[in-house]
């Protein structure tokens, strides 16, 4: 299996992974009816996100979690929709990738999903 080292592996698993995603009961509600993704736009920011978290290449500007807040007001996104997220991600990532950054991948999406989890809960008691 290939390692997880560059920039087009990580387009390969974050396409991947958004092609699960779109069709999960679960969660592919929020993407498709709740936001309505434009796919175009969103894929490179994730891209540059993950270049970033991973390789240290900082191309990603931005505030994941403020992006996240009025979706949350829209929807309220839940703790069984971010495990939903995790288990898509990490299988995604098993079934594509191996070595160091894939397990770095898995790790920081771990504590990502439980960070956006208890915040967004947060934000819907205030």
Known sequence: MKKLESREDIEHLVNSFYTKVVKDETIGF???????????????KMYSFWETL??????????????????????????KHFDRWLELWKSTIEENFTG????????KSENIAKLMAFKMEQARKL
């Not at 390789?55 to 703790?79: C, D, T």
């Open 54 to 79: 991973l390789f240290g290449q900082i191309s990603y500007k931005g505030n994941p979690m403020a992006v996240h807040f009025p979706i949350n007001e829209l929807e309220a996104m839940e703790r």
């Open 30 to 44: 929020f993407f498709k009816d709740v936001i309505k993704v434009d796919f175009e736009k969103h894929l490179p």
């Open 100 to 107: 160091e950054s894939a397990d770095m991948a898995i790790y």
